[in-house]
């Protein structure tokens, strides 16, 4: 069984500058530090910059639909834990603070490990709530960004 502090999921990718741009322009993200080098040149970076969300996308693997669990989740999150009596799940939220930019080409190498794991009761009775810390950094070790994710587990 997983513990607190066990890490449960790495994964690294690449940020290339035409998925993360058709990923903006799909969820209306127009922003021209994105797009336009001379406009991020002006604002003191290098070359046009990873939209922060995105380091999420880049390194996620493709799953295909008859593979996802009974959630419609890949399992990627969760990693090896599992709560055969709290199949159910939910997000129960997410946190992120961003660092430092991702470039194209930029290797960006995820890992999470477990923060916390509740047990509570409430109106509907016994849940689980598990929190997981990510760290995603790039092939430096520069930390780009922190996420805080937690999840709920109920019964069927």
């Known amino acids: 069984m997983a ?49 922060p969300l995105f380091l999420q996308y880049a390194i996620l693997g493709v799953t295909r639909l008859d593979e996802l669990r009974s959630d419609g989740s890949s399992g990627a999150t969760t990693g090896s834990l599992s709560f055969p009596r709290a199949p159910r799940r939910m997000a129960g939220g997410e946190s992120t603070t961003f660092h430092g930019p991702a470039y194209h080409h930029d290797q960006v190498k995820l890992v999470r490990t477990i923060e916390s794991i509740v047990e509570k009761r409430g109106k509907s009775g016994q849940f689980v709530v598990v929190t997981w810390h990510a760290e995603y950094r790039n092939q430096h070790a520069e930390l780009l960004a922190e996420a805080t994710t937690s999840m709920i587990a109920r019964p069927a």
Request: some cysteine; overall charge negative.
């Open 3 to 51: 513990r607190v502090g066990s890490v449960v999921a790495t994964a690294v990718g690449e940020v290339s500058r035409r998925d993360w741009q058709r990923w903006a322009a799909a969820v209306g993200d127009h922003n021209p530090l994105w797009f336009e080098p001379d406009y991020a040149h002006a604002h003191g970076y290098r070359d046009i910059i990873c939209p």
